[in-house]
């Protein structure tokens, strides 16, 4: 691979974690007040690595 296809991978790869950020952050704008901190860490991790990808 050429460095150039690299930086396509890289922003590709920033690009989607945006969107995986932002769907968990609107969940817990959901869950704010009404769940555990622990709770919301499971989601988290859950979301983003089962649900989103």
């Known amino acids: 691979m050429s460095p150039s296809d690299h930086a396509v991978l ?9 969107f995986a950020a932002t769907a968990t952050t609107i969940i817990s704008g ?12 499971l989601w988290s991790i859950y979301c983003t690595s089962w649900v989103y990808p």
């Not at 890289?10 to 945006?18: A, E, K, S, V």
């Not at 959901?30 to 860490?41: E, P, W």
């Open 10 to 18: 890289r922003t590709d790869w920033f690009f989607q974690f945006t």
């Open 30 to 41: 959901a869950l704010a007040g009404r769940c555990r901190f622990t709770c919301y860490v």
